[in-house]
């Protein structure tokens, strides 16, 4: 079963509306990453939440950690057309292989 | 320089060619990886170099072979693929497993 898992499959909203994103996981995690993926081309990273913290800012972007129910928020604020993309999750385990585990992404689409 | 670069950026092949995919990065990482993604799907790790020794091959097929000649170079070596092989293909490199990685734009391979 897989590591990660997002939720919903695809959001869409309006221009200036927040967007919010999330990821469950099933064991125990060094850090969360959150990467953005416009159509067809390389992953982009945005933020790494470590296991030990609860939440982080970038810009418009905000994400929470939740290790006691194995989740993840991230939250884009004043959303842009620019935004529209795939969102994914990633895990860095404690135990098992030193890789990431990747959640099968949100699509968010902005509408102007 | 936080750039990954990665050629060619298409490429159509034979069942019976051999290519090769590159992939160059100079931020002094020393993890690099190889995925392969399918549309509307997570990146899929296939191979992970550490300290330019292969340290994760995630039961990737013969036909795909990777190699890591120095520290800032990784190829991916085609041979004999098949036509459910064509796929976006992502490297990506990191100062340390688990940590954040960067992609290059990957290449769309089409087999034919």
């Known amino acids: 079963s897989q590591q990660g898992e997002e939720d919903p499959q695809a959001l869409s909203i309006q221009e200036g509306e927040n967007a919010t994103m999330n990821c469950s996981y099933k064991?125990?995690?060094?850090?969360l990453q959150w990467y953005r993926q416009n159509s067809g081309r390389g992953l982009v990273h945005l933020i790494l939440i470590r296991s030990n913290e609860r939440e982080k800012h970038s810009g418009r972007l905000r994400v929470t950690l939740d290790t006691s129910k194995k989740s993840s928020s991230l939250l884009i604020t004043a959303s842009r057309a620019a935004d529209t993309a795939s969102y994914f999750c990633a895990t860095g385990l404690i135990q098992g292989a030193q890789k990431l585990v990747f959640g099968q992404g949100t699509r968010l689409t902005i509408n102007p | 320089d936080t750039e990954v670069t990665q050629t060619p950026k298409h490429l159509v092949m034979g069942m019976t060619n051999k290519k090769s995919l590159k992939c160059e990065q100079h931020m002094g990482h020393r993890a690099m990886y190889w995925y392969k993604q399918k549309a509307k799907k997570p990146p899929e790790l296939m191979f992970v170099y550490s300290y330019e020794k292969l340290s994760i091959n995630e039961s990737v097929p013969s036909r795909f072979s990777p190699e890591c000649p120095n520290s800032s170079l990784l190829n991916l070596h085609l041979h004999a693929l098949q036509p459910e092989d064509s796929a976006l293909y992502l490297c990506a490199s990191s100062h340390l497993l688990q940590e954040t990685q960067y992609f290059g734009p990957g290449t769309r391979l089409l087999v034919l």
């Open positions: 064991t125990s995690i060094n850090n």
